[in-house]
């Protein structure tokens, strides 16, 4: 009885109307991107951001604004973040985080730019050898700078 009901209001909705209420009643996401960025020396960029835990390290990144694409925002956030440009190539990951946020990373290379930190959120911003990774970097960060060397191999896909 009441999915008839819902049916028959549905119907009377009238143009966005319908739109907006979904809106309204369903789960807003957050998107986020990250980027394992290599330089022409194959090491990877890495950043200590001022909101992050002390002495912590990780992948440049941020979040997408709307209408903005995945690859256009990674490449938003890094040059605002570092002064860098970056080519994107590859999507290593799609994560769901904590409730309401999902995770974009890509394997990105290094375009161009120079070195210029945003002092409102980045502290630092280093290329390490991807065998030199610093103490302090994060575990999933760590993971997904292997998986992307995997993908770089010559066995891989790339």
Known sequence: MTNTVLAKLWRLLRGRSPWYVLWLL?????????????????????????????????LPGGYIKRRETLQDALRREVREETGYLIEPLALLQLVSGYRLRLEATFLARLSGGALKLDPREVLEARFFAPDALPDGLLRSHRALIAFARE????RGNM
Not at 32 to 46: H, K, R, W
Not at 151 to 154: D, L, N, Q
């Open 151 to 154: 993908m770089e191999s010559p």
């Open 26 to 58: 369903h789960a807003k996401f957050i998107f986020g991107v990250s980027g394992v960025v290599l330089n022409d020396d194959g090491q990877v960029l890495l950043l200590r951001h001022r909101f992050w835990s002390e002495g912590s390290w990780g």
